[in-house]
């Protein structure tokens, strides 16, 4: 393999990436309009985007490891993207990584931002559910009925959101 094979390699991995992220987009509409049905469908498209990932980076470590025995190193390095660049001399090809390198770490960046955009949407909206839910069935303990407070039995007491008494 070549150079040229591990640059589309990476070319193709962020084309991947740029597909998650528009699902991340999705998702997020989907949670704040509480499309469940929409979110489960995004969610089975992610899942096969990951898989594919996961079958493009193997692709690229065969890749890069193919490209060290092509410039003589016959050893297993585990060389990240500039420092492999260091091994290309030829001012096109080491422009093109690069470029693929700055690239695909851009989206990455704002892949990894919208994802946890996300996951704090789903946990806000996981927070309201639980607070809705104490609103609508009540505290555990907390009376049914309405009594007078002379009615009261003198040792239950209401037990509240907040507890001033510190």
Same mark, same amino acid.
């Given at each position: 393999?070549? @150079?040229?094979?591990?640059?589309?390699?990476?070319?193709?991995?962020?084309?991947?990436?740029?597909?998650?992220?528009?699902?991340?987009?999705?998702?997020?509409?989907?949670? =704040?309009?509480?499309?469940?049905?929409?979110?489960?469908?995004? =969610?089975?498209?992610? !899942?096969?985007?990951?898989? @594919?990932?996961?079958?493009?980076?193997?692709?690229?470590?065969?890749?890069?490891f193919?490209?060290?025995?092509?410039?003589?190193?016959? !050893?297993?390095?585990?060389?990240?993207?500039?420092?492999?660049?260091?091994?290309?001399?030829?001012?096109?090809?080491?422009?093109r990584? @690069?470029?693929?390198?700055?690239?695909?770490?851009?989206? @990455?960046?704002?892949?990894?931002?919208?994802?946890?955009?996300?996951?704090?949407l789903?946990?806000?909206?996981?927070?309201?559910?639980?607070?809705?839910?104490?609103?609508?069935?009540?505290?555990?303990?907390?009376?049914?009925?309405?009594?007078?407070?002379?009615?009261?039995? !003198?040792?239950? !007491?209401?037990?509240?959101?907040?507890?001033?008494?510190?």
């Amino acid at each position: 393999m070549s @150079l040229t094979t591990l640059i589309e390699l990476l070319e193709r991995l962020d084309e991947n990436h740029v597909q998650m992220l528009d699902l991340a987009a999705a998702k997020k509409q989907a949670i =704040m309009d509480n499309d469940i049905d929409s979110l489960v469908d995004i =969610m089975s498209r992610e !899942s096969k985007l990951t898989k @594919l990932s996961a079958q493009l980076e193997e692709q690229r470590e065969q890749s890069v490891f193919a490209f060290l025995q092509g410039v003589g190193i016959r !050893s297993n390095l585990n060389l990240n993207l500039t420092e492999l660049s260091r091994l290309v001399f030829d001012p096109e090809d080491k422009a093109r990584l @690069l470029h693929i390198q700055g690239q695909l770490a851009d989206t @990455l960046d704002r892949l990894k931002k919208a994802n946890e955009l996300n996951q704090r949407l789903i946990e806000q909206t996981l927070a309201f559910i639980d607070y809705s839910l104490d609103l609508l069935v009540g505290r555990p303990n907390q009376e049914i009925t309405y009594q007078p407070p002379s009615g009261r039995p !003198s040792s239950v !007491s209401r037990p509240g959101l907040f507890d001033a008494r510190g």
